[in-house]
Every structure is written in C-alpha cells, then in structure tokens.
C-alpha cells in the first residue's frame, strides 16, 4: 500500500514558476516508479511526466517538456514537479501517482490532488 499527499498547488501569472510535492507512506516507495497527471475542467485526466524508481529515467508529455521537471528524494519519500514558464493552459488540478509510467491505467495508487491556476 502507498498513500500519496500532494501540496504547493495555488494561483501564479503566466510565466511563473510553482514547485508541487507528493509525499509518499509506505514501505515500497524508494522500489517504485512514480508519475504526475493532471486534469483541467471538463477534460479527461492526462499524463504529465513519470520517473524510475531511481531517479535515473523521466518521461514528459509533449506539453510540458522543457518547461516541468520531475524529481525525487527517496530518504524523504517525496516525488517533486518544478513547473517554470506557466502557461493558463496549464491550469488543471495535479495528481501524483504510483507504480506505472506513461499510462494512467498502469498506476494503482493516486493522491487527493492539488489545485494548480495559472492567470493571464
């Protein structure tokens, strides 16, 4: 069993930077690899980025790669997202996951999400 626990969400202006964080119960958690997705209003849920167990691969969504980047602490159980150069299309709620890759079907575990909102 892994239970997830996001943070940092909030409200920023387009341009701007936010740093989310997912804070990970569980024994398993330095074994597995682990995604964010994302969900805008009226939209279906979407890949954002993923990460290895180690640390040593990632994976991005066309959307947001060269903008977001996923890390990882396993001695603190916490998988981190850096989001620069927001954009208003990037306003959604953001989920952490785990135990899968670039597929939402692949991932057991989900957190409650957090709110991201980018103003223009």
């Known amino acids: 069993q892994v239970q997830l626990v996001e943070s940092g969400g909030g409200l920023v202006q387009a341009g701007g930077s936010l740093r989310l964080s997912c804070a990970a119960s569980g024994r398993t958690f330095s074994s597995t690899s682990m995604g964010w997705f994302r969900q805008a209003p009226g939209k279906e849920r979407e890949f954002v980025a993923a990460i290895s167990w180690s640390g040593g691969s990632t994976y991005y969504s066309d959307s947001v790669k060269g903008r977001f980047t996923i890390s990882r602490d396993n001695a603190k159980n916490t998988v981190y997202l850096q989001m620069n150069s927001l954009k208003p299309e990037d306003t959604a709620v953001y989920y952490c996951?785990?135990?899968?890759?670039?597929?939402?079907?692949?991932?057991?575990?989900w957190g409650q999400g957090t709110q991201v909102t980018v103003s223009s």
């Open positions: 996951a785990a135990g899968g890759w670039g597929r939402i079907n692949e991932y057991h575990y």
